[in-house]
């Protein structure tokens, strides 16, 4: 299963608010409501996600196996 979590640590340490990404960067809100609830979002999203905050995928999302 995919996991945001490295995604709302990253905000946290760039000291960025999701207001920022959704008014000022033109992340949508429905993209962050997803990522908060763990659905599924576009290689796209991913790519401009990791652009605007200056990270690496895996500072965005994480495999966390099932057991």
Do not use: W
């Not at 008014?23 to 979002?41: D, E, F, V």
């Amino acid at each position: 299963m995919i996991s945001y979590r490295p995604f709302f640590q990253t905000l946290l340490k760039k000291n960025i608010t999701e207001y920022a990404l959704i008014y000022k960067q033109g992340i949508s809100a429905n993209t962050i409501h997803r990522m908060k609830k763990g659905l599924p979002i576009t290689t796209k999203t991913l790519d401009e996600l990791c652009f605007i905050l200056d990270c690496g995928i895996d500072d965005i999302i994480e495999l966390v196996k099932e057991e």
